[in-house]
C-alpha cells in the first residue's frame, strides 16, 4: 500500500506518526485516507473550499506531483508520496 511521510510540523496532528500507510489509487485518494485517519490535517493542507494549499508540495517518488497528472496522478502498491510544505523566512 502507498506510503505517506509526514513532515515534522504537521506530526502533531497525526498523534506524532512520521509516516502513514494509506489504500489509494491515486494521490487525491492518499490524501483523504490520510484525512479519514488523521481529520486535524484537514485545515493544513486544504482551505475551506476545499483545494490543497498552494504552500502544501505533494511530491509521489520524488516527482512533485504539479509536474505529474496532480492529485489525480497514479499510484501503485510501492508509492512514497511526501508532504513538504514551503517554508519562509528571511
Known amino acids: 500500500m502507498p506510503t505517506i511521510r509526514i513532515p515534522t510540523p ?5 498523534g506524532g ?11 487525491a485518494d492518499a490524501l483523504q485516507d490520510l ?6 490535517l484537514r485545515l493544513h493542507l486544504f482551505n475551506p473550499q476545499g483545494r490543497l494549499r498552494p504552500h502544501m508540495n505533494i511530491f509521489v517518488d520524488d ?3 504539479r509536474d505529474l497528472q496532480g492529485l ?3 499510484l501503485t502498491a510501492d508509492s512514497q508520496l511526501k508532504i513538504l510544505p514551503s517554508i519562509a523566512g528571511g
Do not use: F, K, M, N
Request: hydrophobic letters at 30%; proline letters at 11%.
Open 72 to 74: 489525480d496522478t497514479p
Open 63 to 65: 516527482e512533485h506531483i
Open 10 to 14: 504537521l506530526r502533531p496532528y497525526t
Open 35 to 40: 484525512l479519514r485517519q488523521h481529520p486535524g
Open 17 to 27: 506518526e512520521g509516516l502513514a500507510t494509506v489504500q489509494a489509487s491515486t494521490v
